[in-house]
């Protein structure tokens, strides 16, 4: 069963960074897009990074400038840098991984979410 496990979230002041990381279970013959949602209090879950197998990037509006995405494929890690938080990047944070390609790589996967607090 594939598996995402997080790691990385904390409280911080405004201003101040924090590291995600997500570490995959992958089946060499797929291609994976994996990214980073979160899930503001009392708000829907909502797209912030995404890295796609071809190793292009995107970022929700919000975030763009302060946050970054990477992966680290020997380790089937990806994390996600952020710098300069605010009170609003408050929520809980998950990693997904969608597979494709193969008729077996059809997959979406979740993480169980890891917390991230800012404080002003």
């Known amino acids: 069963q594939v598996q995402l496990v997080e790691s990385g979230g904390g409280s911080v002041q405004a201003g101040g960074s924090l590291r995600l990381s997500c570490i995959a279970s992958?089946?060499?013959?797929?291609?994976?897009?994996m990214s980073w949602y979160r899930q503001p209090p009392g708000k829907q879950r909502e797209l912030v990074s995404r890295?796609?197998?071809?190793?292009?990037?995107s970022y929700a509006d919000s975030v763009k400038g302060r946050f970054t995405i990477s992966q680290e494929n020997a380790k089937n890690t990806v994390y996600l840098q952020m710098n300069s938080l605010k009170p609003e990047d408050t929520g809980m944070y998950y990693c997904?991984?969608?597979?494709?390609?193969?008729?077996?790589?059809?997959?979406?996967?979740w993480g169980q979410g890891t917390q991230v607090t800012v404080s002003s």
């Open positions: 890295v796609y197998s071809d190793g292009k990037t």
């Open positions: 992958k089946d060499l013959s797929c291609q994976y897009d």
């Open positions: 997904n991984q969608f597979g494709y390609g193969r008729a077996w790589c059809a997959e979406e996967v």
